[in-house]
């Protein structure tokens, strides 16, 4: 079996060969140090369509065996190897927000096409009874740690782990006990939701180190989005997705010292959020320890983000199919013709993410990259 899987990988180190690669750690590098980048601005396509038709983000939600997910991860990494990118090719285990939760226990529904956990608690004093569980032996943490073991050994160590999706400390808050519940009891008992947030903090760190196990210490601490690099040791990333409801009021209380202990335990933090959240930009901005920000830009809008942030932290953004507050949707050539004169322009330590429009193939994705490139250049 392993044959099949070490040809796959031999095939990817002669397409992605170690100048290429050196050539995109380089700007990548670069740029988590808050530094220009050596020639060009580092950008990464992201969700690029395979022929398969498997959505590589969701093979572990589908819970396909682990040799077939295997196989058409190592698939999707030869299919967008035309592309002039800087993607450095690894494999991600997936997204799966139950990832903590259901080591206690808690059950996942499937709705939108996603695995979503079921609230475990009904108020938040009853975090003063949980009990840290085993993530080696429960839920899908065991699970993942068990994908991840599998990845080394049929790729013989030869490509690198990304880390899953697991949310962050308030997200995983709002996964055991339900997002408008949490909000409620910041109110009615905040010392029982600082209990819990501490808890669930206490969960990140350890897993994050389990994670880093099984993958022998070569895992990529990054899953926003789960095609960067990411330097092993730079810092670690996470979800905050509600960064976008809850309020500037409570924010600074009840998310940004727990990102804070993130951040001092692994050298520096990158949040992810998805939606609108420009009210906690401010609050977010002053997190210490902020390596990065994931956002997208029709959501979110980059303006404020530069004119916040500048080149303190570096900038994964991004475009989507969403839109909030009637910010513009770009088409992936419209956004390559907006973004790198923009990163310029501002001086930003900034990582472009590409998304793929609609119905494009791996092909066109190319020629969009080939376009990209000259534009992504410093003179």
């Given at each position: ?76 990494i ?7 990118d ?27 096409d ?13 975090a ?39 949310q962050?400390?308030?997200d ?22 600082h ?36 330097p ?33 335990e692994?050298?520096g933090?990158?949040i ?31 303006e ?6 500048g ?41 472009v ?11 066109e ?15």
């Amino acid at each position: 079996m392993n044959d099949k899987y070490l040809g796959a990988v031999a095939e990817i180190e002669r397409r992605y060969p170690p100048e290429r690669i050196a050539r995109s750690r380089a700007r990548l590098a670069a740029t988590w140090d808050l530094q220009r980048p050596p020639d060009a601005i580092p950008f990464i396509f992201v969700g690029v369509p395979d022929d398969n038709g498997v959505d590589g983000n969701a093979l572990a939600e589908v819970r396909y065996p682990h040799d077939e997910q295997l196989s058409y991860l190592l698939e999707g990494i030869l299919n967008r190897a035309p592309i002039d990118d800087d993607y450095i090719p690894s494999l991600s285990p997936g997204c799966r927000q139950g990832l903590l939760p259901t080591a206690y226990g808690a059950r996942e529904e499937f709705s939108s096409d996603h695995l979503w956990p079921v609230p475990l608690l009904e108020s938040a004093e009853q975090a003063y009874e949980l009990r840290h569980p085993d993530f080696t032996r429960q839920g899908v943490a065991a699970e993942f740690l068990e994908l991840i073991r599998f990845f080394r050994r049929a790729t013989g160590g030869r490509i690198a782990i990304q880390m899953p999706d697991m949310q962050g400390p308030l997200d995983q808050a709002g996964n055991m006990l339900g997002v408008e519940r949490l909000m409620v009891e910041m109110y009615d008992h905040p010392a029982a939701v600082h209990h819990l947030l501490d808890h669930m903090t206490d969960d990140f760190i350890t897993y994050m180190h389990l994670l880093e196990e099984a993958s022998d210490h070569t895992l990529i601490p990054i899953h926003c989005m789960p095609t960067v690099w990411l330097p092993p040791g730079k810092g670690m990333a996470l979800s905050e997705d509600l960064l976008a409801v809850i309020s500037r009021r409570l924010y600074p209380t009840f998310g940004v010292p727990y990102n804070e202990r993130v951040a001092a335990e692994f050298g520096g933090v990158v949040i992810h959020s998805c939606g609108s959240w420009e009210h906690n930009l401010a609050a977010l901005a002053r997190t210490r320890g902020l390596l990065g920000v994931n956002f997208g830009v029709s959501e979110t809008p980059l303006e404020r983000v530069a004119a916040e942030i500048g080149n303190r932290a570096v900038i994964l953004a991004h475009h989507s199919l969403v839109t909030c507050n009637c910010l513009r949707r770009y088409t992936v050539r419209e956004y390559v013709d907006f973004v790198f004169d923009f990163v310029r322009a501002h001086d930003l330590r900034a990582i472009v993410l590409l998304v793929p429009d609609e119905g494009m193939t791996a092909a066109e994705c190319a020629e969009v990259a080939r376009i990209a490139r000259e534009r992504a250049a410093l003179v």
